[in-house]
Structure formats: structure tokens, C-alpha cells
């Protein structure tokens, strides 16, 4: 069996050359001069100022504001340096208590709200960095969110039906809306 | 299960089985000789001449293998080199420093195999040159390399009474240039369009809208943590209002991942991370682009073996299985947690604990079903937080070798494999000296068959129980109580098979780990390819047999259910008592006796 030394390189050197080199430079042009704004990161500027990107869900925590999926990324929620899920097995406690603290949670900022809690407003998404809660998710924070504006609940309720994602089937993901974009347009509104 | 999800999954199948023909007639005319190739013979020429190849010089399966493994090596070494020494290479904007011996080595070897086990979290680990002129690389040699062990086992069935079985690096740069390429570049444009990054800027600052409140473990002056009074560690408030947003070549990438079955992503959580996957589009792509190769391969099959029945049988068997794994893991996830029942949510979205809500329960519990059939493993949600069943049909759909589609290549040969073991089975029965495709199968073949049948569950078994005996292997658990066993039991199924998803609670990024894991990882890739290789071999040296009356035909509906029992069973018969511990003791825990009584 002879070894043959300068076949192994070159073809190495050369697929290195092509799939590590030109292809991704190639995809790169394209992306520049076709897509610039999805290739740089949907980025959302306001007064010429980066205030997030809207695919990159942000925490929310005021009652002002729509709160987004819990988030388990470390060592604070919805860091977008390093994405991660909470990875809790189905049977673990401690997905129990985190979900029933959290139904506590929104509870206790709405106390007069007794429906059921929508399952995605309780669980935390997979990458940490989820940017959207369901359409039903988004309704059961609609008295707070106006309570807490002092807005009338037809002006909210028309700012999710607007900001509201297709969904290709409804089965390849829930009707949606995009928390951050949703509650910019809230305070151009009304700036709080 | 919701209309909503046979629909999806309906379309699917439907788009997917347009293209197999003519996606299975280009790869053959890429391959083969063909007025394709002729057309392009003046720039091969010339190509093949700078690198030194001579493609008329084929080569015996033995030359072949040693070929394609001493090639793979110098592919893993170069990848293993850039990690360590990224720190002082340029396109590294974050300054990212090298990556550990142990973890560089893990990477190195899953990316090679196609199976991309991802210990590291690629934004705070991977330079851009690492990630692209490494990581990328090995998404395309990978899957090259299981087309050209497929093409040479094609060669052995087709030819006869000859010991050449086709010229590695002719088959390499073909795979690589005509096939993944040009799949891959369209489909990272589709990707950029959808929203996935492309680019090389540094990490972006933003200011966030609200300031987010959180607690750090307090540290004293040479960052040790504090305890209390109850040996609790201490806790200190730290608040922040900046997000850094990763960047970087990712769309690229990303095509090749799910083009090329390798399950690598730019990111820690792969394809659920929004400047991956960014839109239910995105999504139905990728899971396209999954099984997109493999299942053309099987029609590419037919045609060089000279009759196409034989590949649609097989196409046939892959579709029933998938269907019946997808229909289990979707209603199973859609179903829901019953111990959160109780607590006032309304669970009508199913499972949404690790998913996200772009894909839904469905959308990311049939990417789970595909990732794990197609042998890609970049997932779209925590496989670690699916129902007992979910994570069942993920795990199930590795052990049984990866045959349901598969990975590029190596999933046809995997199917064509259990294809001989089946009618060696009935030949047995029926007292004839068994035949597949014109070729008697005899001892020599069957000898590698088991070899390459037997070492993956020998990986998986042997692996699990030595993790869950050692305190290295039982620290890595996430979850309490057999949650912890099937994590375990993941790891080294998704290893040995090549897959590359995780039960990703396990602290997989440790010594232990990281050197059992790539130890499986080698041992099944290479355990299984080259006895194929082999196979090639023996069976291009038989006379081609004429079909008689007595010859067991292997394209119809009794073969199809006969090549369907036998991977059940090997696999069952493999798996079983790991998986009663597992995913089923899980499962009669969640939902008890109770439960199952009411009507």
C-alpha cells in the first residue's frame, strides 16, 4: 500500500481553500449586498441608537412593560452572550417550584386576573433569548399592561393585534407577537 | 395531537418525496460517470492535475479505507491544532483564548464524524477562523466522507469480478464541490434572508429598555465565594443594562449543518437560537435539508444497482418509521406535563419547557424526531426537558443505528446493512444460500456485518454502565432519579451513533466526558466504515447471479415488513432493559396507574 503523500495534502489544502475560505466569503457577499440588515443582526436603532435586536428577546419586569418568556440563561436572564436552557427533566421538582413561583409571580402583579396562565408565560424557552410569547400570553398581560399606562384596553389590545406574526401553519408555531418590538410601540405612544 | 400537526407533518413528507427523484438522479450523475462529468472534464482534468490525482487510478477497498481514514485523521489533527491556537490567530474580535486539550480533541473528533457533539458553547469558545476554516471544514469533509462510502459499496453491488472499488479523492472533491456546495450556498442565502447572521463584526453593545435586577455569589479578594452562617453561599445584587449580541459567520455555517447531517451549530443552543433558526421558515427548511440527501440516496441507490424498486423499498421502510416515531414524540410533547396541570396553566400549547414558541410544540418535537433519525443532532429545543416518550423516540431513533434516513451515506449503508442481515434471516428459513442484489452473502460479508451491527450498542452499553459506576460520570448529572440515567444513556447513544444531540443537562465539558465520549465517537464512526468498506470489497469480487424463481425479491411490500422487523428487534433485543430504566420508569412515573384508568 503506498502512501500517497502529495494527494492527501493538496486535495486537503484545497477542500480548506474552498468549503473554509471561499464559501463562507461568498455567502458573506451576498448576505452584505442582499440582506445587510438580517445579516448584521436585525438590529433595532432608535435615534441612532442600537436598543436591541428583534430577534434577541429582553427581560421585562415592570408592570408597564409585556414580560417575555422566563429565561434560564446565566447568570442573568436573557443574556445574549451565552445562550442556554434551563434543561429541568420533566419530573424534576424543581421545574414545579420554578413554574408555580412564576404563576405566583403574575399573579401577584394582576391580582384581580384569575384565568389559567398561558404554559409559555411559565416555561422557559430553549435558548434563553426567545423574543416571543404566544398571542394568548400577550392577551392575559393586557389589564396590567393598560392599568399600569393608565391607557384605555382597546389601544393595547389593537397594539398586539398589529404587531401579531403569521405563522405558516399555525402548527410550526404558535400565533405570536415580538415582546420587544411590541412594547417599543407602547412607549411611542406613551413614553413612561 | 392537533389537525395543525398532521398537516405539518403531511407537507413535509409531500415536499420531501418530490425531490427524491431528481435530487437522486443529479447526485449519481455527480458521481458516475456521466455527459455531466464529461462536460466538466477539461476543468477536472486540470483540478486533478495541480493536486496530483490520477482519476483513472481506482483502488481496492483496502487502499480505499486507508485512504479515507489517514485523510480524516489530518482533517481532525488541523481542527484540533486551530482550537489550541486561536488565541494568536486573527478573525478573533472577542479575543477568545485557547481551547482546552480535552475539550479541543472531543470537538475535533465530533465534527469529524458528523456528529458534532457540542461540549463547548460556541459564542464564548469558538473564534470566527475556528469556527469557520475548522468547524466549517469538517461539516463538508464529513459528510463527503459517508458519500463516498456509500458510492463505493454502490460499486461493489453494480460491479463484478473486480477488486477497484473507486478513487477516495476523486469521490471526496466530487462530493464535496457538487453536491454539498452547491445545496449549501442556497440554502445559507435562504437562511440570511429568513434573519440568520452572516458577518465578521465584533460582538454588538446594545442598551436594553429596562434594567435587569439579579444576585451574583459574593467573592472575596482572590475570588473565592463566600459562605454563610448555614453554608449557603452568599449572594450580592448586581443589576446590568447592556445585552452583548453575538455575531459572526453563522448562516453559513448553519446551511452546512443541517445540509450535510452534522448537527454543529454556531451557537450553545444551536438551531433553538433565534440567529440560527429565526422563523418557523427557517425551521421547515432545515428540517428538509435534513433528510434532503439521504433520502435522495436511496433512489441514487437504485438507479446504480440498475433497478430503482430496490431503492423505493428502502425509501418505503424509512418513511413508515419515521411517520410512526413522529406521530409518538408529537402527541407525547403535546400532551403536556401532568405534574404542572394542577398549578392553573393552561397547557392547550403542550410542552413548552426548552422550546420556543416560533416552532411550537410541534415544530420543535418533529425537528427533535428528525435531528435524531437523520443522524444531524443540532437541535431546535431542549431534548433534556421533552416527556419521557418524546425523549424516548429521540433516543430510540440513535440506537437502532442511525437507519431511519440517516446520516449522509452512511444512513443508506446502515439500512443496506440490516437489508443483508434480512435476507440472510430468510434464507436461513427457507434453506438457500441467501442473495442480495444478484450477490450470494457469505460468511466473509456476514462477519462485518456483525462487526459493524455489534461495536455501537458494545459503545453505548458498556459506556453508560461504567458512567453511572464512577463518581466522574454520575457528577455529571443534571436531574434527580432516572431523568439522570437516560442523560447518561444519551450521551453515549448520540456519541457511538455519530448524532450529536444532548441530554444537555449532563456536564459534558469535563476530562471524563469529553475523552469517553470522543473515544465512542471514533470507535463507532470508524468501526462501522470500514467493515462497509469491506463489504464493498467482497462483494465487487462475486459473480453477478441471474434472479430465478427461488430468489427471495427484495422490493416488495413482504420485504419492506421484513426489513422493518429485523432493525426493530436488533434494536429492541439491544436496548430494551437500558431503556426500562430510563425513559420508560420516567414515563410510569409522571403519568401513574390513575391516570391511565380513566377513560
Known amino acids: ?192 | 395531537m392537533t389537525s395543525d400537526a398532521f398537516v405539518l407533518l403531511a407537507f413535509f413528507l409531500a415536499v420531501l418525496l418530490l425531490t427524491v427523484k431528481p435530487l437522486g438522479v443529479f447526485i449519481v450523475t455527480a458521481m458516475e460517470p456521466s455527459r455531466l462529468l464529461a462536460a466538466l472534464e477539461p476543468m477536472e482534468s486540470r483540478l486533478f492535475g495541480l493536486l496530483g490525482l490520477d482519476p483513472r487510478k481506482e483502488m481496492n477497498w483496502r487502499e480505499y479505507a486507508y485512504a479515507l481514514v489517514l485523510f480524516n485523521s489530518i482533517a481532525a489533527l488541523w481542527v484540533y491544532l486551530l482550537q489550541r491556537w486561536q488565541g494568536s490567530l486573527p478573525l478573533n474580535p472577542q479575543g477568545l483564548s485557547a481551547v482546552s486539550p480535552d475539550s479541543s480533541l472531543n470537538t475535533a473528533i465530533s465534527f469529524l464524524t458528523a456528529a458534532c457533539w457540542q461540549a463547548y458553547a460556541g459564542e464564548v469558545t469558538m473564534s470566527y477562523l475556528t469556527q469557520m476554516m475548522g468547524l466549517g471544514v469538517l461539516n463538508f469533509i464529513a459528510p463527503a466522507t459517508g458519500l463516498c462510502v456509500a458510492f463505493a459499496l454502490l460499486r461493489g453491488f453494480s460491479r463484478h469480478e473486480t477488486s477497484l472499488i473507486g478513487n477516495f479523492w476523486v469521490d471526496m472533491v466530487r462530493s464535496c464541490l457538487y453536491v454539498l456546495l452547491p445545496l449549501s450556498l442556497l440554502l445559507a442565502v435562504f437562511l440570511v434572508q429568513q434573519g440568520a447572521i452572516q458577518n465578521f463584526h465584533p460582538y454588538a453593545e446594545v442598551q436594553t429598555l429596562e434594567t435587569t435586577r439579579y444576585e451574583v455569589p459574593t467573592v472575596d479578594a482572590s475570588g473565592l465565594a463566600l459562605k454563610d452562617a448555614q453554608g449557603q453561599p452568599r449572594m450580592e445584587p448586581a443589576s446590568t443594562r447592556r445585552q452583548s449580541l453575538p455575531m459572526g459567520p453563522a448562516a453559513s455555517m448553519d446551511a452546512t449543518k443541517v445540509m450535510g447531517n452534522n448537527g454543529g451549530g454556531f451557537f450553545n443552543v444551536n438551531a433553538a437560537h433565534p440567529f440560527e433558526n429565526p422563523t418557523p421558515l427557517s425551521n421547515l427548511a432545515g428540517m428538509l435539508a435534513m433528510f434532503l440527501i439521504p433520502a435522495a440516496l436511496c433512489y441514487s441507490f437504485g438507479s446504480v444497482v440498475g433497478d430503482t424498486r430496490q431503492g423505493w423499498a428502502l425509501l418505503a421502510t424509512m418513511v413508515f418509521m419515521f411517520a410512526g416515531s413522529a406521530l409518538v414524540a408529537v402527541w407525547a410533547e403535546q400532551a403536556g406535563n401532568p405534574l404542572l396541570a394542577g398549578l392553573g396553566l393552561d397547557q392547550t400549547a403542550g410542552n413548552l419547557e426548552g422550546k420556543e414558541i416560533r416552532f411550537g410544540s410541534a415544530g420543535s418535537s418533529l425537528w427533535g424526531v428528525i435531528t435524531t433519525a437523520s443522524g444531524t443532532g443540532g437541535s431546535n429545543a431542549m431534548h433534556d426537558s421533552f416527556t419521557p416518550l418524546g425523549g424516548f423516540v429521540c433516543l430510540w431513533l440513535m440506537q437502532v443505528g442511525e437507519v431511519v434516513f440517516g446520516g449522509i451515506g452512511v444512513g443508506l449503508v446502515g439500512m443496506l446493512v440490516f437489508a443483508i442481515v434480512a435476507v440472510f434471516i430468510s434464507g436461513l428459513m427457507i434453506g438457500r444460500t441467501p442473495e442480495y442484489l444478484g450477490k450470494k452473502i457469505e460468511s466473509f460479508e456476514m462477519k462485518m456485518v456483525s462487526i459493524s451491527i455489534l461495536v455501537t450498542p458494545l459503545l453505548v452499553l458498556v459506556g453508560t454502565a461504567v458512567s453511572v459506576l464512577l463518581p466522574e460520570g454520575k457528577m455529571g448529572m443534571l436531574n434527580p432519579g432516572a431523568h439522570g440515567f437516560s442523560e447518561v444513556l444519551y450521551a453515549f447513544s448520540s456519541a457511538a451513533n455519530n448524532n450529536g444531540s444532548a441530554f444537555a443537562g449532563l456536564s459534558a465539558n469535563t476530562p471524563y466526558y469529553n475523552t469517553m465520549l470522543a473515544v465512542a465517537l471514533w470507535f463507532g464512526r470508524f468501526f462501522a466504515i470500514i467493515p462497509y468498506l469491506a463489504i464493498a470489497g467482497a462483494l465487487a469480487k462475486k459473480h453477478r447471479l441471474e434472479t430465478s424463481e427461488g430468489t427471495l425479491p427484495t422490493h416488495g411490500v413482504l420485504f419492506v415488513m421484513l426489513l422493518m422487523a429485523t432493525v426493530l428487534i436488533v434494536g429492541a433485543l439491544t436496548y430494551f432493559p437500558s431503556l426500562a430504566l430510563g425513559p420508560f420508569a420516567e414515563h410510569f412515573a409522571l403519568w401513574p396507574q390513575t391516570q391511565w384508568s380513566k377513560p
Open chain 1, 1 to 192: 500500500m503506498n502512501l500517497n503523500l502529495r494527494a492527501l495534502l493538496s486535495t486537503f489544502l484545497f477542500l480548506v481553500f474552498t468549503t473554509g475560505l471561499a464559501y463562507p466569503l461568498l455567502v458573506t457577499a451576498i448576505a452584505q449586498i442582499f440582506f445587510p440588515f438580517q445579516a448584521n443582526g436585525s438590529l433595532i436603532v432608535n435615534d441612532g441608537k442600537a436598543v436591541g435586536s428583534r430577534l434577541i428577546g429582553q427581560n421585562f419586569s415592570s408592570e408597564g412593560y409585556f414580560w417575555g418568556r422566563p429565561s434560564a440563561t446565566a447568570p442573568y436572564p436573557y443574556n445574549a452572550g451565552l445562550s442556554g436552557g434551563s434543561n429541568l427533566g420533566p419530573l424534576n421538582p424543581a421545574l414545579v417550584q420554578s413554574v408555580n413561583s412564576r404563576i405566583h409571580m403574575l399573579q401577584a402583579a394582576d391580582p384581580g386576573n384569575r384565568a389559567p396562565v398561558p404554559v409559555d408565560l411559565a416555561t422557559s424557552s430553549a435558548s434563553g433569548l426567545d423574543p416571543h410569547i404566544s398571542l394568548s400570553a400577550a392577551r392575559y398581560q393586557l389589564g396590567r399592561v393598560a392599568r399600569a399606562r393608565g391607557m384605555p384596553l382597546e389601544v393595547v389590545d389593537g397594539l398586539i393585534a398589529a404587531h401579531q406574526e403569521p405563522s405558516l401553519f399555525s402548527a410550526t408555531g404558535e400565533a405570536r407577537v415580538n415582546v420587544l418590538e411590541l412594547n417599543l410601540a407602547l412607549d411611542d405612544i406613551k413614553p413612561r
